[in-house]
């Protein structure tokens, strides 16, 4: 199987490559990265306080599925799924295998997470799309939209702008630079003139675009203004937004960077401590999944076969959206504040840390926020994070202790819950950083040596002759976590 997307995919959608990538770059230049919400029924994607026309392709899946919105049993029937059905349509006119497969599988690509990424892309040109965004829709999936508002202007030529579209449109997918590259000009309304490894052409204000090729790849671009004065595009200014709706009050706020670095570090390994209570419960109090009672007199989990000593710890409503530490879970709390090197002073800036209730309608993927906040509470205390329902416990019972035996299997799934846990809350510019750590941490807690010879596709967790590899996107999302030999082919 090919690591590429179909011929007649790429047929369709790589003379659309290098405009796509200068009108994503205005949309994001206008509508900066920030906290991602949507409404299905307007519907609308709200970004950094400003929301847009906007609507739903597909969804990604950490097993690397892409389900296309229109296959979807949650947004087919919607409005919020039109222009998924408008793409659905164009395969079946022109015999695309991705856009008519309700389920792609993109695992054949090296890096299936960017796959879609560049899918969304695709879809953007095949729809003559404004801009694209992309939001975590729950701890393991990601919801891929297509912004299509007029108050998002259609891209101008910018000199800067322009120079990287045309490269990053060339090499973003197999096949010649040159279909991209006369794509652009077409969509600027531009006749070029063609010649041995070299397109040009004149804008609409006398500015003169030369593009240098080779095979797949754009060599150069150089911009002149006419008679080779200072180019037009060069200097002109940035384009603004028409009349896009303010939303002051749609989620806003981000998991403080000092938390999300503790989180990385406690959250895989409270995961192997919660398990390694259920198994003791299977073993020893008759667990056999029924789920225990919460004796608050006797400060217990009462299974069938006995109890484990626990304490509250806090609780989370998922419907009005709040989440609150549970009284005298003060000592708790400041354990988490040192462990994230914060003093007193820096507590006011924390609500969530403060033991009032915490608004999540300010976040974007609320649930992710409290089992974070209370996971990584409970292992920063060396205790074990439990939850009845939407009540969060840790547990304090001294028969808990170490992490048993060494289960690779069990360490993969341990990471990959882990960083599916985070990812919604993981900026950008610090997800390379947060999901390394969690992986490094989980491996040095768990005693194994860690090995970097990978880097930096992936690093290693290594005890004898085996290994787990933990493998990363470039932009630093765990796309893929393995066992097998040291330093052979993954199992």
Not at 57 to 63: N, P, S
Not at 89 to 101: D, F, I, N, Q, S
Not at 314 to 329: C, H, Q, V
Not at 464 to 484: H, K, M
């Amino acid at each position: 199987m090919t690591a590429s997307f179909s011929d007649q995919l790429l047929a369709l959608a790589r003379p659309n490559l290098a405009w796509v990538c200068e009108q994503l770059d205005l949309f994001d230049a206008l509508v900066p990265a920030g906290v991602v919400s949507f409404d299905r029924d307007e519907p609308s994607v709200t970004r950094s306080g400003i929301t847009l026309r906007a609507h739903v392709v597909g969804t990604y899946a950490l097993d690397g599925t892409w389900m296309w919105a229109w296959a979807n049993e949650s947004y087919r029937d919607s409005a919020f799924a039109v222009r998924s059905r408008e793409l659905r349509e164009l395969g079946e006119r022109a015999g695309v295998p991705e856009l008519t497969a309700p389920m792609p599988d993109l695992n054949h690509f090296p890096d299936p997470r960017l796959a879609a990424d560049h899918l969304l892309l695709m879809c953007m040109g095949l729809l003559d799309a404004r801009g694209g965004v992309i939001c975590a829709v729950n701890e393991r999936s990601r919801l891929f939209m297509v912004v299509d508002d007029p108050a998002v202007p259609r891209a101008e030529p910018r000199a800067a702008r322009l120079t990287r579209a045309l490269r990053n449109g060339a090499g973003l997918l197999p096949g010649p630079a040159l279909k991209p590259v006369k794509g652009w000009f077409a969509r600027h309304g531009i006749d070029p003139v063609y010649g041995p490894g070299r397109v040009e052409g004149v804008l609409d204000g006398g500015d003169r675009v030369v593009v240098a090729l080779e095979g797949e790849e754009v060599t150069s671009v150089e911009i002149a203004g006419p008679d080779g004065s200072t180019p037009g595009c060069g200097t002109a200014g940035e384009q603004e937004l028409e009349g896009a709706r303010l939303s002051p009050e749609a989620p806003h706020r981000t998991f403080p960077r000092p938390l999300l670095a503790v989180a990385a570090r406690e959250m895989a390994f409270s995961i192997l401590r919660t398990r390694a209570m259920v198994r003791y419960a299977d073993d020893h109090l008759a667990f056999a999944g029924r789920p225990p009672l919460w004796d608050e007199q006797a400060g217990e989990l009462r299974f069938p076969g006995g109890g484990l000593t626990a304490r509250r710890l806090g609780s989370y409503d998922s419907e009005e959206g709040w989440f609150r530490w549970a009284p005298g879970t003060e000592d708790i709390r400041d354990r988490f504040r040192e462990a994230a090197g914060l003093g007193p002073s820096d507590a006011e800036d924390l609500p969530e840390l403060s033991g009032e209730r915490l608004d999540l309608t300010a976040y974007g993927p609320r649930e992710a926020v409290a089992v974070a906040l209370a996971r990584t509470a409970a292992n920063v205390v060396g205790q074990t994070f439990t939850s009845l329902g939407n009540h969060f416990f840790t547990v304090t019972d001294e028969r808990l202790s170490g992490a048993g035996e060494i289960d690779l299997d069990a360490a993969v799934a341990d990471i990959r819950n882990g960083a599916s846990w985070l990812q919604g809350l993981v900026e950008q510019e610090t997800r390379d950083e947060t999901m390394r750590s969690l992986a490094q941490s989980y491996f040095e807690r768990l005693g194994l040596q860690v090995w970097h010879y990978g880097q930096p596709d992936f690093i290693s967790g290594v005890t004898g002759l085996y290994e787990v590899r933990v493998y990363f996107s470039p932009d630093g999302t765990i796309t893929q976590v393995t066992p097998g030999m040291v330093m052979g082919a993954s199992m």
